[in-house]
C-alpha cells in the first residue's frame, strides 16, 4: 500500500530507495532494481524454498529471508553489511564442509554458483571439521549422472520437476544431517522413471549433482560463466 | 653511509599429501623469485638441502602443501606449526584434503590390499608392512583439523599471483588479502 498515490511503494535497501509493486518479496524488487541479494536456493520462476539462508537480510533490525518477506512500504532492510557477509560466510562454510565439493575435478568448477557465491564472499577456507559422506553415484540413466555428495538440498530440482515438467521425479528424504535428494522410483534409480536431459530439472542445479553425461571439461577455462564477471554481476544480468 | 643488511625472513616450505604443483606455482612467480631472495632465506624446503624445521632458529613463515595421509605427515605438521610464526595452508589438498580425499570414501584396508596384493599384474605382492614406512591414516585430512592455521591459500595450485600476493603482503605487514580473480578453488 503506497503512501502517497500515484508513487510506486518503494523501501530502503542499504540505503537506497528500492520501488516494489504489492506482492514482490525483497530479493525480488532488489534484482529489479539492479542490486543482488545472495542466494543458492532462489529462482524467479519457482516458489521460493527459504533453505540456503544466504538471502538473508535485516529487516527494522531483524533478520529475515529476503526470498520469503514480501516488501512493505517503508521497510529499513540491510544486506550488503559486514555482519551479514560474515554469516553468509559461515553459511557457505558449512555447506562446503557438509559435502564433498572437490571443485579440481569438478565438471561443474567456473559454472557453480555455490563456488561463485564463495569467491564473491572472499572464502578462503571451510573453516569447519568435514563431513566426508559417502553417497553412492546413480550413473543408471542414459543421458544424466547424479553425484549426491555435492548437494547442497536447495531443492530446485525438486520444484522444477514437480511444478515445471509435471514429472516429481525428485524429492528431499529423511531428517537432520542425515537428509538428502531422492528419486522417486521404487528402485531409487534414475534411470527409472521418466527423467529427460531436456527437462527444466536437467538444468537448475546450482552445483555439480546433476550432470550431462559425454559432456565434460567442454568449456576453455576463462569462458565459463564465472571466470569473466562475479556472480553478482552474471545473477542480475542473466535473471536468476 | 652502508646501512647494515636487513635481516631476511625466514620461510620453510613442504608437502604432505601434495602433489608439488603448489610448490611450481610459487616458482611460477618466475624473475619475481629474484626480488624474492633478497628479503626471504628459506628454512626447510624441497627447494633446500635442509632436513629439520627451524633447527637454525624459529621461522617467520612455514607454506604448508598437501593434506595429512599418513603418521610423518602429521610430525612434519605439528614439527611446521612449532617453528613457524605464521603457518600457510596453501592449495586444495591443505585446505580441504583435496581430491586425495577421495580416497575417504573406501575402506583403507581394501585400497592397500587393491594396489598392493590383489590388484592386476601383482605377483606375490604383499602389502609393505617395514616400520620405516609411515603407516597411513585412515582417512586424509586438511591441516586446520590437526593445527591452528593462519592464511590459507586457496586454488588447485593457486596462481602463482595468488601466492605473491600474499607473500608481498605477509612481508610489508598487511593481513594478506586475495582479491577477486586471486581467489579460486580449481
Redesign the interface.
Known sequence: MSINPGFAPSFSLDGRQVPFTAGQTIIQAAAAAGIYIPHLCYRPELKPHGSCKLCTVKVNGRQASSCTLQAQAGMVVESDTDELNDERRALLQML??EG???????EK??DCKL?AT???L??????Y??F?P?RPVDASHPDVLLDFNRCILCSLCVRASRDIDGKSVFALSGRGIGSRLIVNARSGRLGDTDFSAADKAASVCPVGVILPKRRGFAVPIGERTYDAA?ISVVALREGE | MNAPPKKRLKVATTSLAGCFGCHMSLLDIDERLFDLLKIVEFDRSPFTDIKAVGAAGPCDVGIVEGGLCNAENVQVLREFRQHCKVLI?IG?CA?????P??R??LELGAILEEVYHAGHGLANGTIPNDPELPLPLD?V??L??VVR?D????G?PPSADAIWQVLTDLIAGRPPR?G?GL????
Not at chain 1, 122 to 127: A, N, R, V
Not at chain 2, 95 to 99: E, R, T, V, Y
Not at chain 2, 183 to 186: H, S
Open positions: 562446503f564442509v564433498n565439493h572437490f571443485c579440481p575435478s569438478c568448477s567456473g563456488q564463495a569467491c564473491e572472499g572464502m578462503t577456507s571451510p573453516h571439521d568435514h566426508f559417502s562475479p | 595452508a586444495a585446505i580441504n584434503g583435496g581430491l580425499a577421495q575417504n570414501h582417512r585430512h586438511p586446520h583439523e592455521i592464511v590459507f591459500i586457496p588447485c586475495l577477486y581467489l579460486q578453488y580449481d
